[in-house]
């Protein structure tokens, strides 16, 4: 059993997933821990990379910011919980493949993870798989967290959902569904190199890796659990405030592809997206297999929260029922089979649909854009949205919320949109132009097998002193 010696960030170290009084227990915590491999600052992963940072944590992952001894490249390195699948990194290597030996250019290369290297390293709880890509800078939610007012300037929000549907094209077009599209997913790439810094100006630049020790609460006698870290280091805070982003700047990848699967290959029935992300068939329609369409469905709630200083769909401390009652005010009459099928539909609607709460309580589509979107952008001396533009992108996002995934524009029907082809495609192009003058690309550099090496799997090695 483990306690934890001071105030430990729990929103950084679980990526939001798990609220601080869910861990009163103790017990659950120790365990927790001990399905992360204890990595260290100056510790060496597969005999080449030294950890000097860390970058993040999830629930089921941890980052860390590296430098390749040969090559003195930094690199980030995600270290998955013992026992897991390792199906991601397949799946990012069969990506990386393909793509580097597509003829696009390097800046949609960019907006999925370049897999530079895969190993795994065996710890106390089992094997832990580890992919090695490019640093990022922070996740899109990060950067509209820490906005005035959750906004981004609206070229830059622009760019940021044409280079989102961008990504997750690429995505469909190899065969793979996402699973979980959503703004923590989201990163937003790095406006420069780290390469021409040593570590020592990387620490005078971002800051020091600040620890947390880790306690043993358990009687002196009792066999110490070799799974739980002595100490905890603290995510680097390279948080940009998304009103601060340039269209420059403005220069995403998508990540984590734990949950991504391939609906030709093997149905899937459970979501593991964010429950106001879910689209309603997995609710409404269990029975049916998810696919593309259902990251479709994620995309146009992720549109709006780009655009503006609010979620589409509220699902923050509110229950199933809820959710499908705000799907129900911006998509109208779902089918009368999956009507039948809601169970809590007469806690908000008659057998009619007419609703059980009052015209104020209803936020409709023009509502929720005038309430999250222009409001806010007004108040806070941001462009708003014209009348055309706004037409188009409404237009663009009650065809994405349509209830039947069959109903639903594919990824390719949706860059072809009125929207896209008019603000945020050329959005996106007009940054790439200002970019150029930010920075040199790097080259890109992928593992030479589709598989990774059988031969890999490597216990850490500490630098001695």
Known sequence: MALILGTIPFDELYDGGTDEEDLEDLELLGGVLGDFYPVDIDDRLNERYRIVHKLGSGPFSEVWLAIHEETHKYVAIKVGIAQSDGSEGQIL?????????????NDKKLLVPTLLDRFEISGPKGTHPCLVTLPAQCTLENAKFKASGGLFQLDVARSLAAQLAIAVSIVHKNGYAHGDLDLRNVLLQ???????????????????????????????????????????????CLIVPGHEITLAEAKLTLSNFRTAFRPADKSRFVSQADRALRPPEVLLEPETPLDFASDIWSLGCLIFSLLGGDSLIQGCWVRPGEITAQQVELSGHMPPEWWRRWEERPEWYTEDGEPLFG????????????????KPRETSGMETLAEDELAAVLKLLRDILAWKPSERPNISKVLKSDWMTRWALPAYQNGSEKQKHLKEPRDLEVLSDLQAPKDTTKTLRKRKA
């Open 93 to 105: 290597t069969k990506i990386s493949h393909i793509l580097a030996n597509s003829k696009i250019g």
């Open 190 to 236: 790095l406006p420069a190199s780290l390469d021409d810094l040593s570590v020592e100006k990387l620490y005078e630049t971002y800051g020091r890796p600040e620890k947390w020790l880790v306690e043993d609460i358990e009687p002196k006698a009792a066999s110490p659990d070799l799974s739980v870290p002595t100490c905890l280091v603290c995510p680097g």
């Open 359 to 374: 015209p104020e309580e209803a936020r409709p589509w023009e509502r929720r854009f005038e309430e999250s979107v222009q």
